[in-house]
Nanobody, 122 residues
Framework: QVQLVESGGGLVQPGGSLRLSCGASGTIFLIYDMGWYRQPPGKEREWVAT???????TYADSAKERFTLSRDDPKKTVYLQMNSLKPEDTATYYCRFVIRNSQWSAERREYWGQGTQVTVSS
């Protein structure tokens, strides 16, 4: 079993910054992709950013030039540094990991966190 827990959300003014964290625990052999998604109030979930196992990150257009993704594999944790925040960034943010659970099986499984709230408002 694997659990992901997000933290770091909160209320911030436009132009401010937040750093989100997501850590994994449980039966984990190797973590492949680490990513972030968000769901604004009343809207569908959307992809924000993903970082692969060699540290290469990709970003949605809405996140480029403002957000930075990083990972700490010994801590099984991913970070999303969000700068120059806008009201449009207000959403519940969810982390997603693709994980190989076993040394003996190459099967990859997808896991999601419960979400952390980010509110950007003056």
């Amino acid at each position: 079993q694997v659990q992901l827990v997000e933290s770091g959300g909160g209320l911030v003014q436009p132009g401010g910054s937040l750093r989100l964290s997501c850590g994994a625990s449980g039966t984990i052999f190797l973590i492949y992709d680490m990513g972030w998604y968000r769901q604004p109030p009343g809207k569908e979930r959307e992809w924000v950013a993903t970082i692969n196992s060699v540290g290469s990150a990709t970003y949605a257009d809405s996140a480029k030039e403002r957000f930075t993704l990083s990972r700490d594999d010994p801590k099984k944790t991913v970070y999303l540094q969000m700068n120059s925040l806008k009201p449009e960034d207000t959403a519940t943010y969810y982390c997603r990991f693709v994980i190989r659970n076993s040394q003996w099986s190459a099967e990859r499984r997808e896991y999601w966190g419960q979400g952390t709230q980010v509110t950007v408002s003056s």
